[in-house]
């Protein structure tokens, strides 16, 4: 760990590297380099750069007989506060090598409060829900393809059957088939008429997406059509983007996890903990056992980085997702507990005409504790 004296200047940062036992060495120098100053130490006279700037190798571990977990001390300044030039300080050229992986970070108390974490968080996101102590239920709008009133009368289904929120596939954006602004005015009338008819507090979260000035214009949008959450996919349209919206928007925001695993950043590290430090308040994630091929230890770490005491910041509510059907729902709730949000989404659109009754199955698995709300 950083020197006691000025803990709060340094990030410790834990790298996975393949590497023979005689060349480890300088290959932790290397990241550390690359990870600083970007430049051989022969270049640098300044004395305050050395001293404060440069990165140093904190520790080499054998985890293999050819890999180590090396963990180096960044320089918190490099950082500027900013969440792309933290994760460009973390792993920005070292993510170039491919015997290199992002593994953990730690960070200080005073940077921690300079992100904020989670406007809302699970608190929040129940508060807005009603549901108050199970967990909360998910689907998603698909295919794409469908026009602005295929996709509300889908939604107003959903909603109708007692669903908790509602969010685009992360695959629609503004495309001439389903235009932002028709879709999301279309699919929030929806659910509000839904939910007028039922007294439900079903959420509609459209997909926002696009450079920061495009996410903010849609933001307006979806707000001025009565929308209260959002997703956002970050390694999309950039960590910086998932930190501006979750400060501007007023709403919380789910962070949905496309592009994640091409990073080689540890799911637990990227997933939990950073999404978490950049405001998001939900973040979706593999499940084990369905599409993708995460572990349960992997997604028990992402929702423990997600919820875990941390910083003092907000807790933030995993979602795991990615062909999950509602056979597995006792699964799932005895596996995540309570604060959780179940997302299912292909399994229950495959029952065609049959949707609210598969919808409604869902909502009554997920509500087995006799909680109505």
Known sequence: MPPPDNADRWIAATYRVRSAPGAIDARAEAIALEQSIEAPLAAVDDARVLREVVARVANVSPVAPDSFDVTIHLA????????????????????????VTLVDASFPDSFTARFGGPRFGIAGIRALTGARERP???SALKPQGLSPAQLAAIAGTFARAGLDVIKDDHGLADQAAAPFAERVRAVQHAVDEANRETGGRCIYAPSVTGHYGQLLDRAV????AGVRMMLVAPMLSGVGGLAALTR??????IA???????????????????????GADA??????????SYSAETCADI????????????????VPAGGMTVGRVPEMRERFGP?????IGGSLLAAREHLFERAREFVVAVQGSGESA
């Open 256 to 278: 949905h996890p496309a592009l994640a695993g091409a990073a080689r950043i540890a799911p637990p590290l990227l997933l939990g903990k950073l999404f978490r430090l950049f």
């Open 136 to 138: 909360l239920t998910c």
């Open 283 to 292: 973040t979706i994630f593999p499940n084990a056992g369905g599409r993708f």
């Open 76 to 99: 918190v300044e490099t950082t500027g506060f900013e969440a792309g030039q933290l994760l460009n300080m973390l792993f920005g050229n070292t993510s170039l090598h491919e015997d």
């Open 339 to 343: 604060d959780t949000m179940l997302l």
């Open 221 to 224: 949008v979806a707000r001025e």
């Open 248 to 253: 501007d928007v007023g709403v919380p925001v």
């Open 303 to 318: 929702a423990g980085a997600a919820r875990a005491p941390w910083h003092g910041l907000a807790p933030m509510l995993p």
